[in-house]
C-alpha cells in the first residue's frame, strides 16, 4: 500500500491518494486507487523547505509532518482508512469477492464528513453496504424505512433532522405500526433495523443526537419461536429419506448438531475444518452477519453429513429450505404434529393463535435447538455465547426454550429422587 498526496501548482488543497497493490487473479483487476481529498491549507506536493525538501509531507512515514496545518486529524483520517481497506480486503476474502470491485463500494462515500441528513445517510450507508449484507436484510431494513417514511408524511415531521429522533416521536410511530397491525415483535425489529442507521451515523460523528439510545419499547412481548428437544432431533436424524428430503434433513440436522447460522454453511468448506490437538474436529468461520470469527465443535453427526456429502453442503435459498424442511418434518409424524399455542401481543391487546408444531419449525430453530440442548447439557452461557458468536449472555438467554415439563423434570431430579 503507498500513500502519497497530489494536487496542482497553485492548489490550497491535497488531494491523498492510497494506492492498494492486488496480486492479479481470475477475479482482481491488479489495483485499486481511493482518491481521499482533504483541505490541508497547504500545498503537500510542492510546498518546499529552504533546502529544497517537501516542508508538509514525510514521504518515508508517508503522513504529513508536524508542520502541517491539522496534520494530528489528517494522519489520523489517513490511518482510519487504511484500516478500513485492510478489513474490507479481508471481507472480500471471506465472501469470495473481486477486492477491487468490494473497495470501490464499501469505501465510496466514507470519506465525506460534511453534515447529512438522515435520508441521505440512509442512501449513503445501503450503498456502502450492499455487498456485504444479504438481500432479504436490506429488505427488511426497507420496510422499516417506508413504515418510518409513511408515519412521517402522515404527521407531518422532518427524520431528516436528527434531532427528531426523541423517544415522543418514537413512541407515535410505535402507537402508529400497532394502528397498521403489527404485532410487538414485528415492531421491535423494525426499531431494531432504524437504530442501525443511528447508531452508525452517531459512531461516524454525523449526528450527534444520541437520545434514541435511551429509547424503551413500552411493549409485551411472548416469543413466537421453538426449539426442538434431542429425541425430536434424533427423530429426524434416523428417518429413512432420499433425494430433496434426505438434503433438507442432513443439513438441518448438521445445523442442529452445531449451532451454526443458515446463513454461514456456504463457508463450511474443507479449508475451514480443523483438528484441535485433542482429536476433535472443529470448523472456524468468520460469521456474515456479526464479521466475529468463531469456532464450531463437530459433532458425530455433524461430520457424518459432511461425510456423507464429500464436504460440499448443498445450496438452498432460505426460503425454500424452510418450506422443504416443514414437509420432512410432517413426514415425521409423532411430536411434530402436537398442538402449540403461540401468544402475540398488538400493543396491550393479546392474541393466541394455534398451530401443529411442524409448522413452526424452520433454519433458524435449529440455532435455537443447539442453544437450548447445549445449556440442558450443562455448558455454561458464556462458552455458549462464545460458540454462536452473541455479543452478551442475555441475547443467547433469549435462544433458550424451557417448557414446563423441563422445570417439572428438573425439580423432581434435583429435590425429589
Not at 101 to 107: D, G, N, Q, R, S
Not at 190 to 217: C, G, P, Q
Not at 297 to 313: D, F, G
Not at 374 to 390: F, Y
Amino acid at each position: 500500500m503507498y500513500i502519497y498526496p497530489d494536487s496542482k501548482a497553485n492548489d490550497k488543497f491535497a488531494r491523498i491518494l492510497i494506492r492498494v497493490s492486488i496480486p492479479k487473479g481470475k477475479t482482481d483487476k491488479g489495483y485499486v486507487y481511493e482518491r481521499f481529498v482533504i483541505s490541508t491549507g497547504h500545498n503537500i506536493k510542492n510546498d518546499k523547505d529552504k533546502n529544497g525538501e517537501l516542508k508538509f509531507w514525510d514521504k518515508n512515514k508517508q503522513r504529513t509532518t508536524r508542520y502541517a496545518d491539522n496534520a494530528l486529524i489528517i494522519n489520523s483520517d489517513i490511518d482510519q482508512l487504511i484500516a478500513q481497506i485492510h478489513t474490507h480486503i479481508q471481507e472480500a476474502r471471506v465472501y469470495n469477492r473481486p477486492i477491487n470491485e468490494y473497495l470501490e463500494i464499501a469505501l465510496k462515500g466514507k470519506n465525506d464528513t460534511s453534515k447529512q441528513g438522515f435520508w441521505g445517510f440512509v442512501q449513503a450507508l445501503n450503498e456502502e453496504q450492499r455487498v456485504r449484507i444479504k438481500e432479504t436484510s436490506m429488505k427488511a431494513r426497507k420496510g422499516a424505512l417506508d413504515d418510518l417514511k409513511a408515519f412521517e408524511k402522515d404527521n407531518n415531521l422532518d427524520f431528516n433532522a436528527w434531532e427528531n429522533f426523541h423517544s415522543e416521536n418514537i413512541s407515535r410511530w410505535v402507537e402508529f405500526l400497532i394502528q397498521k397491525g403489527n404485532t410487538n415483535a414485528t415492531i421491535k425489529k423494525k426499531w431494531t433495523h432504524i437504530k442501525i442507521y443511528l447508531n452508525a451515523a452517531l459512531e461516524r460523528k454525523i449526528s450527534d443526537n444520541s437520545d434514541f439510545k435511551y429509547v424503551r419499547l413500552d411493549l409485551d412481548f411472548e416469543s413466537q419461536d421453538i426449539a426442538l428437544s434431542v429425541n425430536e432431533v434424533a427423530m429426524l436424524w434416523e428417518m429413512p429419506l432420499n433425494g430433496k428430503e434426505e438434503r433438507v434433513r442432513d443439513l438441518f440436522v448438521f445445523l442442529c448438531e452445531t449451532g451454526i447460522r443458515f446463513g454461514d454453511l456456504a463457508q463450511i468448506k474443507k479449508q475451514n475444518i480443523h483438528t484441535l490437538e485433542t482429536g476433535v474436529k472443529v470448523v472456524k468461520i468468520i460469521m456474515e452477519k456479526t464479521s466475529k470469527g468463531v469456532i464450531f465443535p463437530l459433532s458425530q453427526r455433524a461430520l457424518a453429513v459432511l461425510e456423507k456429502h464429500e464436504l460440499t453442503l448443498p445450496e438452498y435459498s432460505n426460503q425454500k429450505f424452510n418450506e422443504y424442511l416443514k414437509e420432512v418434518c410432517y413426514k415425521a409424524g409423532a411430536s411434530f404434529l402436537d398442538t402449540v399455542e403461540q401468544v402475540v401481543f398488538r400493543g396491550t391487546e393479546k392474541i393466541v393463535n394455534t398451530y401443529q408444531k411442524y409448522e413452526l419449525v424452520s433454519a433458524h430453530t435449529a440455532r435455537r435447538t443447539w442453544v437450548t440442548i447445549a445449556s440442558k447439557a450443562g455448558v455454561s452461557m458464556e462458552a455458549i455465547r462464545q460458540t454462536v458468536g452473541h455479543h452478551s449472555i442475555t441475547q443467547s438467554e433469549k435462544y433458550l426454550r424451557v417448557t414446563q415439563l423441563d422445570v417439572a423434570e428438573e425439580i423432581i431430579n434435583k429435590l425429589i429422587r
